[in-house]
């Protein structure tokens, strides 16, 4: 399985956007996940972490702007993030909080314009 990521879009700064992740081929509900952010030419980098038992954990770029939840029912990971910026631009993919080399889906695209 991988990561099936949906929700980007061109947006304005300011704007809100919510990310969704299927993690297919895993059981949300015994699994933390995570969601990482990626622009050319730099490393991929942690934006949110939720562990089994919903503690989380954000990136210090995120300074309260996103909130990531879980619904494990719908074996679904969310991403809401309010307040974007130009820098916010990436994209958005979900995996393990030790990623899975195999489970790198195509992410989803987040363009702020300015």
């Known amino acids: 399985g991988e990561g099936v990521e949906s929700g980007g879009g061109l947006v304005q700064a300011g704007g809100s956007l919510r990310l969704s992740c299927v993690a297919s081929g895993i059981s949300l509900g015994r699994n933390a996940m995570s969601w990482y952010r990626q622009t050319p030419g730099k490393q991929r980098e942690l934006v949110a972490l939720?562990?089994?038992?919903?503690?989380?954990v954000y990136g210090a770029f995120v300074q309260g702007r996103f909130t990531i939840s879980r619904d494990n029912a719908k074996n679904t990971v969310y991403l809401q993030m309010n307040s974007l910026q130009p820098e916010d631009t990436a994209v958005y993919y979900c995996?393990?909080?030790?990623?899975?080399?195999?489970?790198w889906g195509q992410g989803t695209q987040v363009p702020v314009s300015s």
């Open positions: 939720i562990t089994n038992n919903d503690r989380t």
């Open positions: 995996n393990a909080p030790r990623p899975w080399p195999n489970y």
